[in-house]
């Protein structure tokens, strides 16, 4: 127990270096497709894990993209847990750093994905493999888990689930501050539409105006909806939330508008339906304005997650970290990530990992060493414990 070895420092500050240097960016799902992302990371982690013992196992996502699924072969727990992590970043564009550089200075790595999420991938890489080189012996089958398409809509993960994969239990690779979180809001992206009736910019009052419908929406929205959303709590997340992230309407400046649109982002609570979320939100709108015509439709869904705090998975696991963070009870967060497709399928989980969310995609991504040296001293305790007890019974 305790901190790294100054040669163990070294070893994982040098494979996040490794990481960050092999560009992984997925800015949308039709760029990934095209460029297959994540295909030069996963060539490296499949090699890193067999390297260490690992049997690994690809499992397609699209062509050339492929979630990494690895295990000890030689370990027979009946209990099954994995560390886990995304391959995958956020565009390059407008950074005002080398991306792909790993420059160590001032005590931080500077590149794209740094903090989002290679940090974490390294501290748990770098954290199986000294365990493989103590010869560890686990009560719990340990697995390692590498997935592609997390910036896009936690997309690999879903086809992880989707092809069987299932462990009791899963730490998600997110930068936490080295916190241990149990629970995150889901999300849940729609389009609303305001019908209107087009006619020639001189003779408005023969058309009926989209946009100006579009208003009435906002308003209802600005004024009343969102005010109440804080009639509903959650213990560690707090309140609801939406979000008007687009407006686009209208054709040209002579036309009155027969169509106008809004992009509305809503943070659920875990356990919410997208579903209900909006037709609650539709019939609401609609019985505050009743002389327009609005349709909801769906975008994007992804589940949040609430593991309980009294799960053996969350009691051993904020223990073990507590000696290093002081952390007394578990946190919530209020972005979503890969941990909502595993949670929705069974999956105990915890969002664990070095840096702060505020430096994600940022043009200037860094992590911080001290981080990512606690991150993978508190993911070596964490199978220290293992070899003991369970961790997740």
């Not at 578990?330 to 990530?337: F, K």
Request: net charge negative; glycine share 8%; proline share 4%.
């Amino acid at each position: 127990m305790g901190t790294l070895t100054d040669d163990q420092a070294t070893q994982v500050r040098n494979l996040l270096a490794t990481l960050v240097k092999i560009p992984s960016v997925n800015e949308n799902k039709h760029h990934g497709d095209r460029a297959e992302a994540e295909r030069a990371v996963s060539d490296y982690v499949e090699t890193y894990l067999r390297r260490i013992g690992m049997t690994v196992r690809r499992f397609p996502h699209a062509p050339g993209r492929d979630n990494i699924v690895a295990h000890w072969p030689e370990q027979t727990g009946n209990s099954t847990f994995a560390f886990q992590a995304h391959m995958d970043t956020v565009s390059v564009k407008n950074m005002s750093i080398d991306p792909f550089a790993a420059e160590v200075s001032d005590g931080k790595v500077w590149g794209r994905g740094t903090c989002d999420t290679k940090g974490a991938l390294a501290a748990y890489l770098a954290a199986l493999s000294i365990a493989r080189e103590r010869s560890l012996d686990f009560v719990d089958k340990v697995y390692f888990v590498a997935t592609v398409a997390e910036e896009t809509g936690c997309k690999g993960a879903e086809s992880l689930v989707e092809s069987g994969f299932k462990v009791d239990a899963i730490a998600v690779g997110e930068p936490t501050g080295c916190k241990v979180i149990t629970a995150h809001k889901g999300t849940c992206w729609a389009r609303l539409e305001a019908e209107g009736r087009s006619c020639h910019g001189s003779l408005p009052h023969l058309g009926h105006n989209a946009i100006y419908a579009m208003a009435k929406a906002m308003s209802f929205i600005q004024d009343d909806y969102i005010s109440s959303l804080t009639e509903q709590v959650h213990r560690l997340l707090g309140s609801p939330t939406l979000s008007v992230g687009r407006i686009d309407g209208g054709v040209a400046a002579n036309i009155v508008p027969a169509y106008c649109h809004a992009d509305l982002d809503f943070r659920t609570l875990p356990g919410l339906q997208s579903q209900s979320v909006h037709d609650g939100f539709l019939k609401r709108l609609r019985q505050a304005v009743t002389d327009e015509s609005y349709t909801l439709t769906n975008i994007h869904t992804q589940p949040g997650m609430d593991t309980p705090a009294d799960d053996p998975w969350v009691v051993n696991l904020l223990h073990a970290a507590s000696r290093h963070t002081g952390q007394a009870k578990p946190e919530g967060v209020n972005y979503y990530a890969d941990s909502g497709p595993f949670h929705a399928a069974g999956m105990a989980c915890i969002l664990f990992g070095p840096g702060d969310i505020a430096q994600a995609h940022t043009a200037a991504e860094f992590l911080e060493l001290d981080e990512l040296y606690r991150a993978t001293a508190i993911a070596l305790d964490w199978l220290n414990l293992a070899t003991t007890q369970s961790l997740v019974a």
